[in-house]
């Protein structure tokens, strides 16, 4: 395990060698607000359901809701805050996602992460595969995002 430091704080990161099966991760918490909200949706999903509150009454949504694509970037940076703390940085290779219930506005997004396995590579000995499943929760405890990701783990330098 090495320390590295973001933005916002410090933090022991993990290598394919020191992750097991069940293991767990809980991160840090993040409030979103309506001006998030519009902002991302503004630039990247402005769609009515995530820009006006009167629009949205009348959608499937029934009020302003966040795009998943904002939650999904949210759990992101919450992984990448330390929710997920893996050498080399947070490597996709694939993956699922799905959106069971809206953010809204005023929740408290925390992800909450397993480790489903962890396999070494064949052909490069010096990185394998980590599969992992996340929930993205509100401060109810409501899913609100899940996912699982196939992600490219270095091993421990030798």
Do not use: C
């Not at 933090?11 to 394919?16: A, E, G, N, P, Q």
């Not at 995002?145 to 091993?155: A, F, G, M, N, T």
């Amino acid at each position: 395990m090495d320390t590295i430091s973001s933005a916002s704080n410090a933090f022991t990161v993990l290598y394919l060698d020191d992750l097991q099966a069940g293991e767990r991760f809980t991160s840090a918490g993040h409030l979103l607000d309506e001006d998030q909200i519009r902002a991302f949706a503004l630039q990247f999903d402005p769609q009515p359901f995530h820009l006006d509150h009167e629009a949205a009454k009348g959608t499937l949504f029934g009020g302003l809701a966040a795009s998943g694509w904002h939650t999904a970037a949210i759990t992101m940076r919450l992984l990448v805050g330390g929710g997920l703390p893996l050498a080399g940085g947070i490597i996709g290779a694939g993956g699922e996602i799905s959106w069971p219930k809206p953010t809204r506005p005023g929740d408290v997004l925390r992800v909450e992460t397993e480790v489903v396995s962890v396999t070494p590579s064949r052909s490069r000995p010096d990185r394998g595969m980590v599969v992992v499943r996340s929930e993205t929760r509100n401060q109810h405890g409501d899913v609100l995002q899940h996912s699982v990701y196939k992600l490219v783990v270095p091993r421990r330098p030798r």
